[in-house]
């Protein structure tokens, strides 16, 4: 009898050790959702939406004329909710799914199908997939909202709004694809783009270029002067998107690590860097520092570090928002010799300054910093930097070419400039019916 009972002991041992080893072994192998790495990625996600609304607008919305005030805010507003239903029924499916396609992603994402809140995915396995995928769409929004700036003050509503929709869908999701899916193209060449400088800067800074040149110039540019309306807004404006760009960089680690610490780190600094360039360069060129500089150059720094956040150490920071800061001011100053009107810089600022960041990334890129990332031309890998510039060719004419095709095509659908009458009269009247400062008399 007690024989039997010591064997039931030993079994009921061996069973309890049995489930223990495989609970352990199974939480090994199996994704678990991690707390903090979702609550970071979800408070990253409502940054940059920030960034976007209010941040983006009322920086805009400070260096247009008082007639267009309320026209940009709305451009910038209304994309918030036009790119987010197109990137929940079809974007994220097409920016994402399909890792065995190269050039654009599949429908098997299409309206979220199969994207889960609560189970991970392979592109975050710490968070469930629909943290990511809002995430993502905060990206989205963004991008073509930065592009309002190069048209502003003269494009009809109507034209914005399908300009928008197409290229939020032939523009921004194959890029999207190319970059960060699995099955990506680039993402298969590792070139690197930790948060966004090929797929949302050189994207919509190049875009912009386009814009400017089928749209044409403002009436009376640059022969009259149009100075910003209310620098109190847009140095605002540039104050939110300084904070929002730490989710825009750091949430791109989609975990609360080390690597978020790092690319927080880097943004940071290179920011900083980035504003004393400007304000210097300006202050020594024009012999007067401005409060618009210093908003340009902070915005000039935070673009050229965004690609290389992940990758990067904070001296490498430093020097790639200095030169972004000031190679950004002489880009801006170049537009007058180059005849077009990007009236609120996106072309010197975004496009320059993406380039400028995502070929710093194939040289400072550092892989005792991220290992993920490997190592650029002064560590003694140049083929990093030799993959970036084909990123950034690919980016440029991709970008440039589909967007002025689509431009061409809205202008012949429905019209993208309003009468030199509208114009005249401002957007915010002749296209909303608004204005943003009317005050009654009693």
């Known amino acids: 009898m007690g024989s039997c009972r010591r064997f039931n002991r030993l079994l009921v041992a061996f069973v309890w050790l049995g489930i223990s080893c495989g609970t352990a072994f199974g939480a090994e192998t199996s994704p678990k959702i991690d707390s903090g790495d979702t609550a970071w990625v979800l408070a990253s996600s409502a940054l940059v939406l920030m960034m976007t609304v209010p941040g983006l607008a009322l920086f805009y919305g400070g260096m247009v004329r008082r007639k267009n005030v309320l026209s940009i805010l709305m451009q910038n507003f209304v994309l918030a909710g036009l790119v987010t239903v197109q990137w929940v029924l079809v974007g994220y499916s097409l920016a994402f799914s399909g890792d065995d396609s190269a050039l654009i992603g599949g429908l098997k994402w299409i309206g979220l199908h199969g994207v889960s809140f609560a189970a991970p995915s392979a592109y975050a396995p710490t968070v469930p997939h629909q943290a990511y995928m809002i995430f993502q769409c905060m990206f989205a929004i963004i991008t073509p909202a930065l592009i309002t700036g190069s048209f502003a003050e003269r494009i009809t509503f109507r034209g914005f709004l399908l ?251 429905v019209g993208l400039r309003v009468s030199s009458e509208e114009e005249s009269l401002g957007l915010d009247l002749s296209e909303h019916n608004e204005s943003a400062y009317a005050l009654e008399v009693i």
């Not at 919509?204 to 044409?216: D, P, Q």
């Not at 180059?338 to 975004?350: E, N, R, S, T, W």
């Not at 993406?354 to 002064?378: E, K």
Request: charged fraction near 5%.
């Open 163 to 413: 300009f928008s929709l197409l290229w939020s869908t032939l523009i921004y999701d194959p890029l999207a694809h190319w970059v960060w899916s699995l099955g990506g193209w680039l993402h298969r060449l590792n070139a690197l783009d930790f948060a966004g400088g090929t797929v949302v800067h050189i994207s919509s800074g190049i875009s912009s270029l386009a814009a400017a040149l089928i749209i044409g110039r403002r009436n009376g540019y640059p022969q009259v002067p149009m100075p910003p309306h209310n620098l109190t807004l847009t140095l605002t404006g540039a104050g939110l998107l300084w904070v929002g760009w730490f989710g825009f960089n750091a949430g791109s680690a989609v975990a609360a690590n080390g690597l978020a610490v790092l690319a927080f780190v880097a943004t940071h600094v290179a920011t900083a860097a980035g504003l004393l360039a400007w304000v210097a360069m300006e202050w020594k060129i024009r012999k007067k520092p401005t409060t618009l500089g210093a908003a340009s150059g902070a915005i000039a720094g935070l673009v050229a570090i965004t690609p290389a956040s992940g990758y990067v150490d904070p001296l490498a920071a430093i020097v790639i928002g200095a030169v972004a800061g000031s190679l950004c001011f002489l880009a801006v100053n170049a537009k007058h010799y180059f005849g077009y009107d990007d009236a609120l810089d996106v072309v010197g600022v975004h496009g320059v300054g993406g380039i400028w960041g995502s070929l710093a990334t194939g040289l400072f890129a550092n892989h005792l910093v991220n290992p993920a990332g490997g190592d650029g031309l002064f560590y003694g890998n140049p083929s990093q930097l030799g993959v970036q510039l084909v990123a950034v060719v690919a980016a440029v004419t991709y970008a440039f070419v589909g967007s002025f095709l689509l431009l061409k095509l809205v202008d012949a659908w």
